[in-house]
């Protein structure tokens, strides 16, 4: 069983950052294709980042030039690192993990971009 423990989240001011963590100790890290999805209340769960086991990244287009993944496969962490966060960046960020053609999901961790 592959859990993703996830952490990083809170409440944050416009134009701040937040950096979250997902880890997968007892996943084949190297060799999964990683990311982050979000789903605000009332709305489908959407892609926000995603890094694959070449390490070529895809960001969806809402956070283009704002969020940045990454990993360490040596840790077995995976990050994302959001700047300049808007109001509408608000909900429920989920950590993702592709292996063998399985999809694992973490819990959840709430983001809120509020004054």
């Known amino acids: 069983q592959v859990q993703l423990v996830e952490s990083g989240g809170g409440l944050v001011e416009p134009g701040g950052s937040l950096r979250l963590s997902c880890a997968a100790p007892a996943a084949s890290f190297r060799f999964s294709s990683m990311g982050w999805y979000r789903q605000a209340p009332g709305k489908q769960r959407e892609l926000v980042a995603m890094?694959?086991?070449?390490?070529?990244?895809a960001y969806g287009d809402s956070v283009k030039g704002r969020f940045t993944i990454s990993r360490d496969n040596g840790k077995k962490i995976m990050w994302l690192q959001m700047n300049s966060l808007k109001p509408e960046d608000t909900a429920v960020y989920y950590c993702?993990?592709?292996?063998?053609?399985?999809?694992?999901w973490g819990q959840g961790t709430q983001v809120t971009v509020s004054s």
């Open positions: 993702w993990l592709n292996f063998g053609r399985r999809d694992y």
């Open positions: 890094i694959k086991v070449d390490a070529t990244m």
